[in-house]
């Protein structure tokens, strides 16, 4: 398995959730890594990536809410999010891919979704 997301659950308004995605050594250290998230009816949409460098990118819906680092001892990529709301409700999936893209075709490699639910 290359990629494998966990985290997922039941909170309320205004609670926080920590994903993680465990990556395979090689796709952490080479790869771009994002999440992507997708509601019930809806497209799967870009929340954030980060490079191997530790660059980060975030849409912005979620900017100033959502936080993703890197966990090099753990070849993980953990995304902090805070402050939720209903409209976070998606499944997430991690992905991984070549390019620091916000585009869900231009990523290799995905993991299983992690449900998120967020009650109001």
């Known amino acids: 398995v290359q990629l494998q997301a966990s985290g997922g659950g039941l909170v309320q308004a205004g609670d926080s959730l920590r994903l993680s995605c465990a990556a395979s050594r090689r796709i952490f250290s080479s790869y771009v890594i994002g999440w992507f998230r997708q509601a019930p009816g809806k497209e799967r949409e870009f929340v954030s990536c980060?490079?191997?460098?530790?660059?980060?990118y975030y849409d912005d819906s979620v900017k100033g809410r959502f936080t993703i680092s890197r966990n090099n001892a753990n070849s993980a990529v953990v995304l902090q999010m805070n402050s939720l709301n209903p409209e976070d409700t998606a499944v997430y999936y991690c992905?991984?891919?070549?390019?620091?893209?916000?585009?869900?075709?231009?990523?290799?490699?995905w993991g299983q979704g992690t449900e998120v639910t967020v009650s109001s």
């Open positions: 980060i490079k191997w460098n530790g660059s980060t």
């Open positions: 992905a991984a891919g070549p390019d620091f893209r916000t585009i869900a075709s231009r990523y290799r490699w």
